[in-house]
């Protein structure tokens, strides 16, 4: 599974692959996820400070395989 975070700077890639995950700068060639936004929105999604919907209102998109997206960003908590 690959993840490009996209922001005004160069793209990041995070690769997930047998239980351990690397990083490196650039594109990747079909990421799965794509984040593109403020990078301190991207982090505040990754670290469940904000939720999906949160994180739409303030300008992030996020495109790419919808079971991906499940699977990787932290879901609101049960009420």
């Known amino acids: 599974m690959s993840i490009e975070l996209r922001t005004a700077s160069s793209p990041v890639v995070i690769e997930v692959s047998g239980g351990s995950a690397t990083t490196r700068l650039g594109p990747a060639a079909a990421p799965d996820l ?4 403020e990078p301190r929105i991207i982090l505040a999604l990754f670290s469940g400070q904000l939720t999906v919907g949160e994180v739409a ?3 992030l998109e996020i495109s ?3 079971s991906v997206r499940q699977g990787v960003l932290p879901q609101p908590a049960a009420a």
């Open 57 to 59: 209102d303030r300008g």
């Open 34 to 37: 794509v984040p593109r936004g």
């Open 64 to 66: 790419g395989d919808a």
